[in-house]
Structures are given as C-alpha cells and as structure tokens.
C-alpha cells in the first residue's frame, strides 16, 4: 500500500497511484477478457446465438455436476425436492452459453489500443459498487475503460446480488455465493479504493474520502468507516473531471420512533447476517427448558415490515425455514412460530399486476402467513410492535422476537450534500439548476442523458441515487399543438388529439394512457361520416358503450404493462376527466390554454424510475455506451457533443419478479401478465441462477439450491 494512503488530509496523485493500482490489479485479476456484465433481474431472450459446441460442453459440466449430487442426494430421503434444483441449474447452465460465447470471442479478438479523444486521460471517479456502478465497469470494455483513468471508490469492495439477499439470509445460498469481489470485475479497466467518500467538493472537483486506520482491533469488531472525528481516521482526496455517482439509497425509517433501535435493516450482507443471527437466537432461546411458554410466543414471532418484493420475499423465505429446516430441527417450537407481514398498502407487491397479489396472498394463506394489509407501523418498544389500522383507526401491537424493517428507501447523506455543493455551485449562476436541484425528490436529479443538473456535464448519476427528469410533456406544449393542429384552425379535436397522442406516446410515455383512451373511444367511430366527431365525443365524454368499454379496458391493461412503471395508474374514469376537466368552455375542441392544461395533468402522473436493480444496470450500460464514444472529458461541450449523437436514456421494462415461497413464485411480464405457481418458481430458480455476475457465482448459485434441498440449511452460527 501506497504510504499516502496513511497520512492523513493529503491529495492523491492518482495518476501515480492508478499506475501502481492498475499493475496490483493485472497480478490479482482472473482474465479480463469477456468481463461478464451484470445482469439485473429483466427477463430476456438469452437462449438465442448459443453455441452448439459450448451447449454441449456447458450442459456436459452441469449435467456431471448434478448427477453427482444426484447420487448423494440419492442416500437421502428429500432426492424428490432435490430434482426441483437440477433443471434449474440445467437451464442456468443452457441459457448463459451466450455468455461463453462472448468471453470466447472477446479472447479471440484480442485488445488493441484506443485513444481519447481529447488526447490525454480524463480522471473519471466512480462511487459505488452495486448494480449501477458495476454495471458501468463492466459494460466498459478494457480499451474503452483505458481511454480513461478510473478509480473506483466504495464502502464495499464487492459486488452483491441483492435479489438473493433474503435466500442468503435463511441459508438457502451462501453470502459468497451471491458477491462478487469488485476488483476482480474491473481488473485492467480501472483501481479500486475501499473507502466512504464523506463529500464532494463540485467546485474544485474533489471527492473527499475517509476510512479507519485501525478498523480491526483485537476484538475483532471493526467499523471501517466512522463517522466523526475518530482516532487513526484516515482522510484522502481524490480529484475527478468526470464523476459516475451510484451510491445507492439508505433505508427510510419514516420517523417511526424505535425502528433504529429495535428494528433489523436489510440491505447488506452484514444486515442479513445480523438478522439470521437474531431469528436462529430466538429459536435457541425457546427451546432452553427454562423459557415460559409466554417467552417463546414472543421470541418465535416474527414481524417482516413492508409489502414490496424485499418484505415479501423475506417473509417467504422464513416460512420456507420453518416449514422445512426448523420443522425438523425444532419440531416442537414449530406450533409457537407466528409470521406477521405488515403492508401499509392495500395490496402486497402493490406494483405487480393485481393477479400476482392475490396469488402471493393465498400462498401465504397456505403456509400461514398473516399478511396484515392496510396497517401502519406506529412505534417499535424494546419487546412489542405497535400498529395502527387505516380502515378504522383501531391500534393494535405484537410482542417480537425479531422485527425485520424492509418498508422503503430514501436519499442518503452524501446525496443531500451534493445537492447542497451543488446549489452553491449554481447560486447566482442558475435559477433553473438550484431550483430543481432544493427540489424534494429521492435523490440527485439528471437529465435524460444521466448528466447531474448544475454539473455542467462533469457528473453523471445512476440508480437508486438518481431521478431522470426532464421528459416533461409542457416545455413543447407549443411544438406539440401546432403539431397536432393538422388544420390550423387554432384549436385541436379529439381525432387531431388522439393522433398526436398516439404518435407522441413512445416519445413520451405518459401520454399512453390518454392515447389508449381516445384510441378506444374516438377510433371506434366511422370517421368518415359527417357526425362522427359528434359521435366520439358523445362517447367521449359521455356513455361510453359497453363494447367499447371491454376495448378500452384490453388495450388500457396491455398498454398499462409498458407505462405502469413510469406513470401512476389512472382509471379511464380519471383520464376522461382530466380531458373533460380542461375544456372550459365545453366547445369539445382544445386551445392552447386548454391543450397546455392537459399537458400539466399528464406530467404531473409521471413517475421517477423506480428503485431496481433492472433500472439501475440498464443506466450503467448506458453511461457505458456514453463513455465508450471517447469525448467526454467533464466539459459541457464535450457532454452537447455526445448527446447530440447519442439518443438519451430509455427504459425498458422487462418485467418483474419475486420468489412467494415452497417453491412458487410470481412473474409480471411485459405484454404476457402474471404467471405464478411451481413452474415459475423453477422459473425464477434458473433466472436469478443465470443472472449472477461471474460464472463462479453461477456455479455457486446453483449448486446452493440443490445442496439446501438435499441436505438442508444449516443453522450453525459463529
Ligand atoms: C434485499 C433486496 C432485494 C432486492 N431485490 C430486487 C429485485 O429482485 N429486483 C430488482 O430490480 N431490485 C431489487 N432490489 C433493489 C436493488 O438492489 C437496488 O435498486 C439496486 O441495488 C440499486 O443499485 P445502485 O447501484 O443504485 O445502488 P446499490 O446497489 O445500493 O449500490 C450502492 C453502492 O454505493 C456504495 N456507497 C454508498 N454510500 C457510499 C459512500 N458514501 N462512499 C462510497 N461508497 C458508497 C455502497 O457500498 C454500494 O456499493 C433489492 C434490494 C434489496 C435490498
């Protein structure tokens, strides 16, 4: 290590240190070549291009792999349930041949050198090691990545697949096997710096880092990076030019008194760990022959916080344990264990098709479960949980002996500050930058091409970290109406307004849903009749046939698949009202005024992206695809120049997924809807096994299924 790195307040030559860093990483790292990109849990095609030759090699391996433990598994009475792992690891092994195929051909076409274009290496500072800044390393090829001097500064010096989190934590897959050491995915692209970056200084373009010097003491308890003045605290700075900022979210507690104290986060790694420590206590205290039965009701009775894919899959997951490993472990505990799911929605998985909830609920149902829809947590004691009802303000409260808090997320600290540097950096400079950059939205805010607002295109943000705006329908309200005003009469009809909704929605994705009501409403109609405006717009805004209805109601529902996750949903109630609400003087013809009023409406239904891993990697590769262009330098100019080329950040949503427990789970895909039950939960076994990082992990993955199948999960603790 670099002495530098000891003493402290000092600025890091980094382009000594990325020499010496880069040539550490060459001697660590596994062959670069065909890096593997992340894969965030989308649903895709990847069974097309295999390789013949490397299908049979792969499905070869797995095939050897599998009847081996097969045939151990044979000696054991759970061989059946140990089948259900195998395809899974078949189809893993079958579906990432692309892969293969492309580290082959990377090797094949060997590295040759590629200039930037300014003619020196900008200093690019990466934060973060999750899905969007490892996606954006990975995405980079090597000679692309060397056009730059990359660091790369997290808390963490790995990558983890956060999806399997919950399975890690009751010991279906192992931690390892789901992270993945962060320098050997950017070996040869870029040096790594295990260290928390406290502040980012946007005028001088530093980011001002810290970690402890002596962060594991004889005890072995270590906090690497304290917060505050501490003894042995080292401090360093990095400068950058361009600043790739992917630190994620914390959790939010909602100001919900006792949630710091009493409640388990589940976020990392260590989080998972200290609550399956907490869940295998209380079953070990339960059993001591002292404990009154009063006790172990309290110690067995788990309440899971929050009715999202992490809350639902966490409350799986532990009645998947009791069910299984503690049944036989702990059989006479079994009866006092209580599973609690608190959900302040209506609806678990409230962003899922409405069929997935209800097949979540009667999962749950059957393994006993209680999903307590509608209830809001209130305060959190030392040994009880207190709700609140919506329907009828009744409170209610729980004695615990574990509460896992899984109910949101909000912008972290660092977030916060960069705003504020920011906002310093803008005053007097921007109106618009510091104004949207006080606003009160989760996280820091960028336009369409990722470029931080009020950075002047030096710092670009990705993920939960990030909200994309800028794709506001009301700055063209102009463009938009003499667009749609096909006969210039200064007014637009519903035919001349569906048109141009339907021709904008792929542009603008909250327009879907108004385009889908019209397209049911008005196209219908015979258009070339003299009263067929009348007529739609007697349906319009009046009552609408039953047929159309059911129309309306397909089209709405398939359209839903695509913007669901960009705009709130609204009723064809709602949307009717909104076009109706705007035309003041009930003319059925919009003005400007009128039109421009519908566009505020519209926009104000468009929501940020929301927090996935699927969006984040989807915005690493893109930055990826940015970068690897060789202009930007952290420079405005340089930033027009390559937006000007290169079309902005566009989503798509591939579809969802969460594991429901005994083997089932729940897929919401695009255009297709729901499908649940045991084929999707081998389903969802293949994919999250094929969509690990690196081909260890795949291995690994998989073969953790079929070993806690066989031969359970452990619950030994260290
Ligand atoms: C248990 C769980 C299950 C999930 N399941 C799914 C799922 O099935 N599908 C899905 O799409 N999404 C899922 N998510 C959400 C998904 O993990 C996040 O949306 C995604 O991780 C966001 O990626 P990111 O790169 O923005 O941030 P993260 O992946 O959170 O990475 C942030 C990184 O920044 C680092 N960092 C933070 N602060 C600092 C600092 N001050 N200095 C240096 N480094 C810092 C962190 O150490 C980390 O490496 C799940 C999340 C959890 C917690």
Known sequence: MSSAFLSPQISLPTGVLSHVAVRENLALAIPAVGAPTPQAPQVRGRLAGSDAVLGSVCVGLAGAVSSRLRSRAAQKSRVSTALTAI????????????????????AMEGKGGRNHKSGSKPKVVVIGSGWGASTFMTSLSEEEAQMYDITLVSLRNHFL????LPSACMGTVEYRSISTDIRRLIAGKGQFLEARADTIDTKNKIVRCSRAGNAHNKLGSSNRFPEGEVEGKIKFDVEYDILVYAVGAQTNDFGCPGVQEHAYFFKEVSDAMRTRTRITDAFEIAALP?????????????????GGPTGVEVAADLADFVQGDAADLYPELVPYVNIRLVNVGNYLLATYNRDISEASLKVFEKKGVQVLNGYRV???????????????GELEEYPYGCVVWAAGIKENALTSRLKESLVDKNTGVSSLNVSSLQAKDNGIITDEWLQVRGSSGSIFAVGDAATVRNDRTLPFAKILFEKADA?????????????????SSDEYPQLEEYANYLASTVITTDDSADDVRLAGFARLFGDASQREFQAFKKVYELGNQRVGART????????????????LNN???????????????????????PPTAQVAAQQGKYLAHLFAAGELDGTFE????????????????????AYLGSNEAAFDLPVLGPVTGPLAGVAWKAYETISQISWNNRALVGLDWLRSEVFGRSTSRY
């Not at 006969?487 to 021709?503: G, Q």
């Not at 709130?568 to 035309?583: F, L, M, N």
């Not at 059925?588 to 929501?607: I, P, Y």
Request: glycine fraction near 6%.
């Open 161 to 164: 697949y956060t999806p399997l």
């Open 290 to 306: 002292c404990t009154t039965p009063e006790q172990r009701d309290a110690l067995l009775s788990f309440v899971i916080v929050g």
């Open 487 to 503: 006969n210039h009469d200064e007014a637009i009809d519903m035919r001349e307004l569906r048109d141009l909704l339907i021709a």
């Open 638 to 657: 340089t930033l027009k120049s390559t937006s000007s080329s290169e079309g902005p950040f566009a989503y798509f949503h591939k579809g969802s997924l």
């Open 587 to 609: 003319d059925q013809k919009l003005d400007f005024e009128e039109f421009s009023e519908l566009l505020k409406r519209v926009d104000a239904n468009l929501r940020p992206f």
């Open 568 to 583: 709130a949903r609204k009723s064809a109630e709602q949307v009717a009202s909104d076009i109706e609400g705007v035309d």
């Open 87 to 106: 395809p899974a690891l078949g189809v893993a092994a079958i579906a990432a041949l692309p892969a293969v195929a492309g580290a082959v051909t990377g």
């Open 378 to 392: 209130i305060e959190i004691t030392e040994d009880r949980v207190k709700l609140k009802c919506a329907a009828d």
